[in-house]
């Protein structure tokens, strides 16, 4: 099946500091890649969609200048958290999807981070 | 807007017994997917089993099946022969504009033996 992957799995930054986040698929092409915010014990909400060549989009109330997503290719999206702070540690997840009548969605195993 | 909910924060199902998760959604539309992703503790979402709204067959991927009620806009998934690889959190989804998918709450289920 297709795979999807995330790096780093696991960032430590302090306060004030910018993290970027990556976002691959392996094996196919993602015409789409999202991404979800997912906080201890609840469920995922979608941050972001980006797609291949334009601007993501956001959605609503999410700072679009404190995370930054860039989709530069078909393989890779990549998510910068900016001035980083406490409150913004969280598990982030990334999914991509292919082309095809139903756009299912393949979800990397997602990235923890931590502000300290 | 869709909405999908899960009214069962927890759920607790013996070793080979069976247990039935509940999910209601909302939409307007009157052809979509749904589906159920099972979380367990490395966190990873895996896709467990998908219906697509105009088949009037319920999906089934061996030990997962799904009782989907359009007309009451219900999914529930029904677990059989619970093994205790099956504990992990279960989120209902509904994928609407642009593939976005809308995740219900979760039901955390334990599997005892």
């Known amino acids: 099946g297709a795979v999807v992957s995330q790096h780093p799995s696991w960032v430590i930054c302090k306060s004030g500091t910018s993290v970027k986040i990556e976002c691959r698929s392996l094996?196919?092409?993602?015409?789409?890649m999202f991404w979800y915010r997912q906080f201890p014990k609840q469920s995922l909400m979608l941050m972001a969609t980006s797609n291949e060549g334009s601007k993501a989009t956001y959605e609503q109330g999410v700072e679009k200048d404190k995370f930054l997503i860039n989709h530069a290719s078909l393989t890779l999206s990549t998510l910068t958290v900016t001035s980083a702070h406490p409150e913004d540690s969280s598990f982030y997840i990334c999914?991509?999807?292919?082309?095809?009548?139903?756009?299912?969605?393949?979800f990397g195993p997602g990235t923890r981070l931590t502000v300290t | 807007a869709q909405t999908v909910t899960q009214s069962q924060p927890e759920m607790s199902v013996q070793e080979a017994e069976t247990v039935t998760l509940s999910c209601t959604y909302d939409?307007?539309?009157?052809?979509?997917?749904l589906f159920w992703y099972k979380q367990p503790p490395s966190r990873q979402m895996i896709l467990v089993i998908r219906q697509e709204a105009y088949k009037q067959q319920n999906a089934t991927e061996n030990r997962f099946s799904v009782n989907f009620q359009k007309a009451a806009k219900s999914f529930s998934l029904k677990i059989s022969d619970s093994q205790l690889g099956d504990a992990a959190m279960y989120f209902c989804a509904y994928p609407g504009t642009a593939s976005k998918l809308t995740f219900g709450t979760g039901t955390r289920l334990q599997v005892t033996l």
């Open positions: 939409t307007s539309e009157s052809d979509y997917y």
């Open positions: 094996d196919f092409q993602a015409t789409t």
């Open positions: 999914s991509a999807t292919g082309q095809g009548p139903l756009a299912e969605q393949y």
